[in-house]
């Protein structure tokens, strides 16, 4: 791990050692910290309890204390309507602050795998409390329900909250993560166009949601095709969030590049690194193997065949999903939710030392000339930053992207072509993201085969 | 955590701090070690790779070394047929020996699930390389290659080998866990007794192969219904295994109960302990709350309605499954999963003191006076040891019976009547165990809803 020379206190965690009673009153606006305030067990600890609506037919008469009020039905879901018990939460002095994360397509493949990695401390680490916020639609509320009792027979340690609700403005009420993972499939004859159209209205509506209810510094993963352009919709939609904390998700995409170069180059994927997917999540995407490295040396060095990288190896990389469609019946749901988990950890781990990870952020004030005021996929370090109490390194969310990459006239006319697809995008979206009365001159299919 | 006067060294896990030549050689019947061996990269240590039949396509002529014949198709897939780094692997001095796991219905969600959290060092810890040795059918081949697929996109670091097969006899091969979900599901109006000769006849083959070429001490556990007959005609074909290294798994029907249980309480779920599932896993089970205990105190203490504890509470843990199919559509695969992976964790780790876990584990020499040579769901303690080079506290994956339970007539009765069809099960496939000719008797269908 590189150990940087100035390191800054993170910002983003606000670990604490315990919660103060002063702690909790600021965040005054933050339900559960009321609720846990509100049944601390001082003096009756085993006594203190909660009724919650869902669970009300089930749950003892309360014998304590009273519930702060009715709540409605998609402020906690059954055993997590129950209070954590904070005394004992004390003693341990290990638990930091529970990180919200709302997540949308909630009742989907994707998410149900995701969903338990994430409540099984996969990503955030196992003294992290999390809570989860899932949206659904008024279709799918009941396989939410589902999910959330699957969570609930789980009995995740750090797992404090499960919320489910399908009014966004409501489920990313003081989101610290925001995991976009809900879009609509693509109809049969719908044109990528009209596919953009609506979803880029869902992403504009969940963009105004998080600007007006998350976290002012959330961090967004949008997931939900098309990605990229999706993120650009949101976060114009979101003015009160900083632009660069948007992301378009295209780890997937490295992580299947590495696989495929290592086996390529016959070595294990462990062994790559530098992986830089440039532009959008389509077919017009760079995987780029000018800039990767192989055991640390350039992958042009160890892969003779430059006939089969400059051919071959992007088709691979992106004929992946149809392959696995085919193979499956499924498209690549496990795999997905592996690399959100690796995207997030990326950005809250330090980067190791002279290796970077892709990840679609926005252009503005982008080194490598790329146009302004786009989501593109661009080689990015995590900034490390020393936790105040413990002084651990870690990440604190955010990322800068890498200077000394290099570029050629075929990674270059690529990137061209990516640039321009995204340029096409955004003005085809420009009555979504303010800027306009859209223009839509797409010239081909790019979605990437195996994805909706 | 309990530290116990006389701890053992353990001998499951075998950790070792680097793999020397000796150690090596010592293991000549292991493949996988052999091919390490071979290619052990000394003077060139970047050329040294091996070409694989099923990405002879696509990887490079190996230019240092040679494989050591032609492979079998499914000796290993893709990219875990290249060479692991082993010099690499000596420098960090902290991997131990890579445990084989050997997963059957491989290709279904349950082990969807399993699989990537086997993968991504959930069980074993982030120091525990391992190998997954993947089970399906002819018809499910293709969807194997899928799941090998995502595993080679998801880049995990511990996942050393991955083999994809039909033939038990080649893909339980040096199992150290064998993992067995696949099971025929129910045919429309198919008798219990149908099914129980259906399966038994898969679980007796898959013991066959087990006693032929598994890990002498191999762990087994059977998720396939029915589960507790499918263990017992397994342990009966693999003399050579012990019987008590054989599990069929109620840990899902335990942390329903908890869960249920803390509901009722008004506390969250972490402050239920000692449940035990007693019996088979099927409606007949005994969720016990006569010696469960919530924030330490016996539950009847806690919860007053008694009623509710007699006549609701196990058919609400019963009756999970089933309402989560009509909710989400699909049976519990996520929680099962976590449920496969917690079994797993609670033998490799120490049971936290006072505590125990439910498994369905072979009765002879049980404290209980339950009637002998069944597999039946009892309270266990992993059996703490200390590991050789780093001491620490953990399980070796054995277990023993907890003593200090207690009875009553009502629980009796309720033991009586599990017992009395897991009786009545066994004489139904003891053509399957050596035992003589079935005689089938089962009263009635006590399949759980929402299982197969």
């Known amino acids: 791990m590189e150990v940087v020379a100035e390191l800054s206190v993170c910002t983003y965690t606000k670990a604490t050692t315990r919660l103060h009673s002063s702690q909790l009153s600021i965040s005054s ?7 846990r305030r509100a049944f601390r067990p001082i003096t009756r600890p085993r006594d203190a309890r909660i009724t919650c609506s869902v669970t009300s037919d089930q749950v003892q008469a309360p014998i304590a204390v009273q519930a702060e009020g009715p709540k409605t039905k998609n402020d906690c879901y059954g055993v997590f309507c129950l209070t954590y018990d904070l005394k004992a939460e004390e003693e341990t002095k290990a638990w930091k602050k529970t990180i919200n994360i709302s997540v949308s397509g909630a009742a989907g493949m994707i998410s149900n795998h995701l969903l338990f990695k994430l409540a099984s401390g996969e990503v955030f680490g196992p003294d992290q409390p999390i809570a ?3 949206l659904g ?3 799918s509320f009941q396989a939410l329900e589902g999910v959330a009792m699957e969570l609930e027979d789980s009995l995740f340690p750090l797992l404090r909250e499960v919320k489910i609700g399908i009014n966004p403005y409501e489920v990313f009420q ?3 993560w925001a995991l976009l993972i809900g879009a609509k499939p693509r109809g049969p004859g719908m044109e990528r166009a009209g596919l953009l159209d609506i979803n ?3 992403f504009a509506e969940q963009g105004k949601a998080l600007n007006a209810v998350a976290s002012p510094n959330v961090k967004v993963i949008v997931v939900g095709n098309p990605c990229n352009t999706n993120a650009l919709i949101c976060l114009k939609n979101a003015p009160k969030i900083p632009a660069k ?7 997937l995409d490295e992580n299947r590049a590495k696989c495929q170069l290592a086996l390529k180059a016959g070595v294990f994927y462990d062994k790559v690194s530098n992986m830089t997917i440039w532009g959008n999540h389509s077919t017009t995407q ?9 055991n640390g040396l350039p992958v042009k060095e160890v892969i003779k065949d430059h006939k089969w990288l400059e051919e071959e190896f992007t088709e691979k990389v992106q004929k992946r999903g149809g392959v696995l469609i085919q193979k499956w019946g499924r498209s690549s749901a496990a795999s997905t939710a592996v690399s959100i988990a690796d995207a997030m950890k990326s950005l809250v781990t330090p980067t190791p030392k002279g290796d970077w990870f892709s990840s679609g952020v926005y252009t503005t004030g982008n080194p490598y000339g790329i146009a302004e005021d786009l989501v593109f996929s661009m080689p990015c370090r995590s900034k490390p930053c020393l936790r105040k109490f413990k002084r651990i390194l870690q990440g604190d969310g955010d990322y800068e992207l890498v200077k000394d990459v290099i570029f050629d006239d075929y990674l270059l006319k690529r990137i061209n072509k990516t640039e321009a697809e995204l340029l096409a995008e955004k003005r085809c979206v420009a009555h979504l993201t303010g800027e306009g009365v859209a223009f839509c001159d797409l010239p081909e299919d790019t979605m990437l085969p195996g994805e909706m």
């Open 137 to 139: 639609s008024e279709r």
């Open 174 to 176: 003081d989101a610290e």
């Open 200 to 202: 880029g209205q869902i």
């Open 286 to 294: 760079v995987p780029d193997f000018l800039n990767a490295r192989i």
């Open 245 to 251: 904390n948007f992301h378009a998700l295209t780890r």
């Open 29 to 35: 606006t933050h339900l559960s910290y009321l609720r």
């Open 132 to 134: 989860l916020k899932l």
